[in-house]
Structure formats: C-alpha cells, structure tokens
C-alpha cells in the first residue's frame, strides 16, 4: 500500500491542546479517602516552574435526570478560575451561558454546564432545572439513602469532541464538596 504521510504541527497542538485542556497531564491522590490539605499540596506543586496550572477538583460519577431522560455522567467540581483555565470547556460554552451563570458558579449556587449531548438526551435548555443523583450517599435508620440535588442549566458545552459532549458536567467546586459531604476536603 502505497500512501502520504502528513505531519501538522498545527494539527498536532490542537489536538494536545484541547485534549489536556480538559484533563491534565497529572492527577494527584490522596492516601485517605479525602483530600484535606490540597491547598498545602497545590502551593507546594505550583513551585515547580514548569508547572502551568495546579487546581483542586472533584471527579465523581453521578446519574442525571429530567423529566425526559436519565444518564449517567462524570462529574467535575471545579472553582471558577480553574474553569476559565479550561479553555476547551469555558470557551466552547460562553455564548451559550445564561447572564449571570459565571457569577452563581463563583457563588458555589446550585447551577452546571453540560455537555450538548447530555443537553440533548435530557433535552434541557439554559435556565432548566434538572436532578443530580450520587449513588453514594448517606446511611440512615431505613438504609442508604443516595444524595439528590436539584441544579439549574447554566450553560451548555460544545466542544464539538463527542467524549466531552456526552459525558461532562461541571459543578461548582462548593457546591461539589457540600453535595457529596466533603466538608473541606
């Protein structure tokens, strides 16, 4: 067989740039099952000058429900600067934001962006409500009980690559440590 090979280096940086614009080159762990000093780690991480960005987040898969439709997703909590540093996310939704959608995500209020096609399933538009549902949650005298929360759409993410689209939903890193009992950690 007989063929062309091309390489890009434009191709090749945008394809590295949008990839670990949504997740990093490394994720750090704690040994006990939550994070309690991660602001200690994350001043001692971003000495390294090498280091672009060092931001705490919390990864979790929930179920996501409206009145249409139920999936299960990724859930990321994030902080509003970290969001904005993840170009591939921020860029890709800010025209589609409600007006003060950033400004009750900085609050920690009960608002996410989704992917357009969990948009889509749950056929949900900026301004609606939709449910969040942690298969982890609390134990009470009837049994575990999972944790429910109610959200607003505040923005919907386009990023044009199908993996992001469809499985990724951002949440306010307050919110995120309150809904799955993190205190602050």
Known sequence: MIGIYIYSKFFRKEMVKNIIGADGHVFVYSLQDKFANYNDAIAKIQQDF????????????????????????????LQVQDLKARHIFYNNMKYTMAKNALAAFAKNE?????GRIIARNLQ???????????????????GSMPRIISVKVGGIINTGMYQYD?????????L???FFNYGNK
């Open 166 to 174: 469809a499985t990724t939903l951002l949440m306010p890193f307050g």
């Open 50 to 77: 090498q280091v672009l960005i060092a931001a705490p987040i919390i990864k979790s898969q929930v179920f996501v429900n409206s009145p249409s439709y139920s999936t299960g997703t990724e859930v990321y909590g």
């Open 110 to 114: 009960n608002i996410v962006f989704v």
């Open 176 to 178: 995120a440590q309150t």
């Open 124 to 142: 949900a538009k900026v301004g609606d409500t939709i449910t969040i549902i942690s298969p982890n949650g609390y134990v009470t005298a009837l």
